[in-house]
T-cell receptor, first 114, second 109 residues
């Protein structure tokens, strides 16, 4: 148990659906991240939040919409996704947003877009 | 962001053999972090190196950071089946942590 909980663990959605991924961290960290992990590609950083403020948006399509209501919770709202968006979506947290901070990952949501 | 390249992509060893994965960059790295991801699992932090020429050990694992801070290696001595997984190196570009593609290790009993 890493202290970072993600739900759901698995999600299957159609291209016209709207769904949300949830992440909660119990570590008292101030930084939270969304990463995408797909086959044959490195872990791709999507968004970075520091104390509920978005500080990084890595050219992610607008069909992915993050929300960070407080420093313990992070959401990723999904709408009109494409089949190529199928991947493992990992949430992570760190003590603060800074160089040399180690990340604590959740177990991920395995997303399949049909 | 800073790109880190990892080789090999896959490695299959017999239990008891040694294993090494390499992480390389064309630019000087501020740091290197190593993570392990078991099959079906999530990345778990192993260690961080920040100094030129730094060497750190964790039991059978030895981590090195090159003198020029452009490469790093992870060496496992006498692999065990519990070492199976994908090993990632990562480095910061600002506060964004960029990952290599990883080396997948398979250990046959």
């Amino acid at each position: 148990e890493t202290g970072v909980t993600q739900t759901p663990r698995h999600l299957v959605m159609g291209m016209t659906n709207k769904k949300s991924l949830k992440c909660e961290q119990h570590l008292g960290h101030n930084a939270m991240y969304w990463y995408k992990q797909s086959a044959k590609k490195p872990l791709e950083l999507m968004f970075v939040y520091s104390l509920e403020e978005r500080v990084e948006n890595n050219s992610v399509p607008s069909r992915f919409s993050p929300e960070c209501p407080n420093s313990s919770h992070l959401f990723l709202h999904l709408h009109t996704l494409q089949p190529e968006d199928s991947a493992l979506y990992l949430c992570a947290s760190s003590r603060i947003v800074a160089t040399n901070e180690k990340l604590f990952f959740g177990s991920g949501t395995q997303l399949s877009v049909l | 962001g800073q790109q880190v390249m990892q080789i090999p992509q896959y490695q299959h060893v017999q239990e008891g053999e040694d294993f090494t994965t390499y992480c390389n960059s064309s630019t000087t790295l501020s740091n290197i972090q190593w993570y392990k991801q078991r099959p079906g699992g999530h990345p778990v932090f192993l260690i961080q190196l920040v100094k030129s020429g730094e060497v750190k050990k964790q039991k059978r694992l030895t981590f090195q950071f090159g003198e020029a801070k452009k490469n790093s290696s992870l060496h496992i001595t006498a692999t065990q089946t519990t070492d199976v997984g994908t090993y990632f190196c990562a480095s910061n570009s600002g506060y964004a942590l960029n990952f290599g593609k990883g080396t997948s290790l398979l250990v046959t009993p």
